[in-house]
């Protein structure tokens, strides 16, 4: 068979990370997406050569960048993961409202939460229903309720993200192509908000999410275990949203 081939935006952190680690460890080839060079410090073979520099906050670079990524591409993609986010906040670090949300950074966040998934989907379409792969939408638990750190703008970008895994759903699947969608609560990562200790000890589960344990739902939904789910959202939160 065949290797597999992930295309991952957020690579550079966090659950992104933990994801790059999960493929690669079950033989699949990774490239990454972020607005960075390539970091030495990423611990996964052929990084560098697989990685494409790439500003999903701005439209005409997301647009343009299709053409490279096709040109590392074997006329295959299995798996398109569409994990990058931005949360912009206050000048103290404080969650931003619907107030005091400047409609610049609100513009920046839809660019980077929302509209590049479509950009990438759209324009890799036919790669991936070649390989009659997997797409996969991360959304967010501050997607459905009102999050004491998660700003607004990062909010409804994440609720239209889930929205448009639905549609994505319904329109790539006579392609042959699952998209999907997982929503992460409280997951232990560099970018916690202070504070975080107080909703944990509400949790039903007791406990902060760890990045790999969503890497693993996310493998899943690319794999052939989940060959007949297309157009959910699975909550990885233990028990958060109930």
Not at 3 to 8: A, F, G, P, S, Y
Not at 72 to 97: C, F, H, Q, T, Y
Not at 119 to 137: F, H, M, Q, S, Y
Not at 173 to 189: K, S
Request: glycine fraction near 10%; charge should be negative.
């Amino acid at each position: 068979m065949a290797q597999r081939t992930l295309l991952l935006t957020g690579a550079s952190r966090g659950i992104g990370h933990a994801t790059v680690r999960k493929f690669s460890a079950e033989g699949w080839r990774v490239l990454t997406c972020s607005r960075q060079e390539f970091s030495p410090h990423c611990p996964w073979p052929g990084g560098e050569e697989n990685h494409i520099k790439l500003d999903l906050g701005d439209p005409a670079d997301t647009i343009n960048a299709i053409g490279i990524i096709q040109e590392k591409l074997d006329g295959r993609l299995d798996a398109l993961v569409n994990n990058a986010g931005i949360s912009p906040k206050g000048p103290e670090g404080e969650r931003l409202s619907t107030l005091d949300t400047d409609l610049m950074d609100w513009g920046k966040v839809f660019h980077v939460n929302f509209f590049a998934p479509v950009v990438l989907a759209r324009g890799l379409k036919d790669e991936l229903a070649e390989a009659k792969g997997a797409v996969v939408n991360v959304t967010s638990i501050a997607g459905s309720r009102v999050h004491p750190f998660a700003g607004a703008a990062y909010a409804t970008s994440k609720a239209a993200l889930a929205a448009l895994t639905r549609e994505m759903a319904h329109d790539f699947g006579p392609l042959g192509v699952r998209v999907n969608a997982i929503a992460p609560g409280e997951v232990e990562t560099s970018i916690l908000s202070p504070g975080t200790d107080k909703i944990v000890e509400k949790l039903p589960m007791r406990r902060l999410g760890q990045p790999e344990e969503v890497a693993d739902a996310i493998y899943f939904l690319c794999s052939e275990g989940s060959s007949y789910i297309s157009g959910t959202e699975i909550e990885i939160n233990g028990a958060q949203h109930v």
